[in-house]
């Protein structure tokens, strides 16, 4: 299965494109980070991809057929969509959260089947919520929130998860964990489209990178060469530099000019 933008362009007001001819494929089973600066298009080009907006032009193509043209029942079963705020109206559980996955599966007035609860089930011990199943939705931790929201994401049976900064707000130790979870499930066989404002995350967990500047593309690749000085000063207007440990493993940092010792 593949999922990408052909020449897509979109605009929130007449004659101002948020995104200009972006034409992205995302890594099969893997992790494509879209990385850029605020207003870049990062979040407009996630939820184009996914379906909450329509292009302007082009379109999103998946499997070579218009994303549009895809029942909505068909599309909320192969793709999951994470978005970086969830504030539920109710103060559903966990494991209510996750079974509302199974949504795309059930009649107007069906209630969930044996086999419904099983995914939720298998999709809460993958991602290590087993013990918090009844625990309210509302009161555990942003990383826990993102978790449980791939998890639903999971019992959809969607091969693809678009993530909308799901490193925003959260310490190391919730980024590395919800990061591994993305590198294990990619492993799996899922696909993920991720916007992020780190592209040191996306050199430790990405397969793949695009670089948006003012809506358009300008570059996409491996984190490796994506990754790079240049680059990220056209994606962000300031200066990176790159360091690197003894074992070759590389990050970016903003240039600081270095003053003399006394």
């Known amino acids: ?92 559980s966990v494991y209510q959260v996750v079974l509302m996955g199974r949504a795309p599966y059930l009649s107007p007035f069906s209630a969930p089947q044996k086999a419904d609860h099983e995914h939720v089930a298998q999709a809460l011990q993958a991602l290590g919520l087993w013990q918090l199943r009844d625990r309210s939705y509302t009161q555990i931790s942003g990383g826990e929130q993102r978790l449980t929201l791939i998890a639903r994401g999971l019992t959809q049976g969607a091969k693809y998860l678009l993530m909308d900064e799901p490193d925003a707000h959260l310490d190391p130790k919730h980024q590395h964990d919800i990061f591994t979870r993305i590198v294990d499930l990619a492993s799996e066989g899922f696909t993920f489209a991720i916007s992020s404002h780190s592209p040191n995350n996306a050199l430790l967990y990405g397969t793949r990178v695009a670089l948006l500047a003012a809506g358009q593309l300008i570059a996409q690749g491996s984190p490796e060469n994506v990754i790079a000085p240049k680059l990220l000063e056209e994606a962000y207007g300031l200066k990176f530099e790159t360091i690197t440990d003894t074992t070759g493993l590389r990050g970016v940092l903003p240039a600081m000019e270095r003053r003399p010792q006394s």
């Open 1 to 92: 299965m593949s999922l990408g933008a052909v020449d897509l362009s979109y605009s929130y007001t007449p004659g101002k494109l948020a995104l200009r001819n972006v034409t992205l494929s995302l890594a099969r089973s893997g992790a494509t980070f879209i990385l850029g600066g605020n207003g870049s298009g990062k979040t407009t080009l996630i939820q184009c991809l996914c379906g909450i907006r329509s292009p302007k032009s082009g379109s999103v193509q998946i499997d070579g057929k218009d994303l549009r043209r895809l029942h909505p029942l068909q599309r909320a079963r192969t793709i999951g969509f994470v978005p970086q705020i969830h504030e539920p109206v109710f103060t559903y």
